[in-house]
Antibody, heavy 119, light 111 residues
Framework: QLQLQESGPGLVKPSETLSLTCSVS??????????WAWIRQPPGKGLEWIGS???????DYNPSLKSRVTISVDTSKNQFSLKLSSMTAADTAVYYC???????????WGQGTQVTVSS | NFMLTQPHSVSESPGKTVTISCTRS????????VQWYQQRPGSCPTTVIY?????PSGVPDRFSGSIDSSSNSASLTISGLKTEDEADYYC??????????FGGGTKLTVL
């Protein structure tokens, strides 16, 4: 059964760049049928799509975050990554990675990783 | 970009039926599939409905989804409510540019 696991720092300083990695197990990130996505959830709030990447490297980003986001894929490590620059307190959230398909159905999800922006 | 609007909260008694709406602000609700996710406190979201009305294996048939082009909305209906259904529910869809949007979420209380 496919599993995803987020990893990265739990604390980031304002103005710095967040770097998170999602490791995929029990399945290949190079599958032509799927995309790989990042989604976040601020405390007590709803879900926000950050962006998605295909194994070839093709990306789609949330227009509201596009100027600060980079998503990349490393097929040799079966991982994909998120970089979010110029972090502020508003970026404090649980960050999830997930697999999606051509209809943008997100399943499964990783367990999520808490990221707090504070000096 | 479009928005998906859900009621902030709904409540119903065990054994009853509840329907959660999800209204698309622009573009046709029928143009792109709608998914519904359940999220219990402290857990990641899980799918209860995909492709407007399909249930993943393991999701009971008490959960059903539909779309209504006249109101440009999608609905999640849960019948025979159980206390374990108490959770937040999110609708989700996308547009022709492959930009994904989630609804704001609905807190379901089973009391």
């Amino acid at each position: 059964q496919l599993q995803l696991q987020e990893s990265g720092p739990g604390l980031v300083k304002p103005s710095e760049t967040l770097s998170l990695t999602c490791s995929v197990s029990a399945g290949s990130i190079s599958s032509s049928s799927f995309y790989w996505a990042w989604i976040r959830q601020p405390p007590g709030k709803g879900l926000e799509w950050i962006g998605s990447i295909y194994y070839s490297g093709s990306t789609d980003y949330n227009p509201s975050l596009k100027s600060r986001v980079t998503i990349s894929v490393d097929t040799s490590k079966n991982q994909f990554s998120l970089k979010l620059s110029s972090m502020t307190a508003a970026d404090t959230a649980v960050y999830y990675c997930a697999r999606s398909d051509s209809i943008n159905w997100f399943d499964p999800w990783g367990q999520g990783t808490q990221v707090t922006v504070s000096s | 970009n479009f928005m998906l609007t859900q009621p902030h909260s709904v409540s119903e008694s065990p054994g009853k039926t509840v329907t959660i709406s999800c209204t698309r602000s622009s573009g046709s609700i029928a143009s792109n599939y709608v998914q519904w996710y359940q999220q219990r406190p402290g857990s990641c979201p899980t799918t209860v409905i995909y492709e407007d009305n399909q249930r993943p294996s393991g999701v009971p048939d008490r959960f059903s989804g539909s779309i209504d082009s006249s109101s440009n909305s999608a609905s999640l209906t849960i019948s025979g409510l159980k206390t374990e259904d108490e959770a937040d529910y999110y609708c989700q869809s996308y547009d022709s540019s492959n930009h994904v949007v989630f609804g704001g979420g609905t807190k379901l209380t089973v009391l």
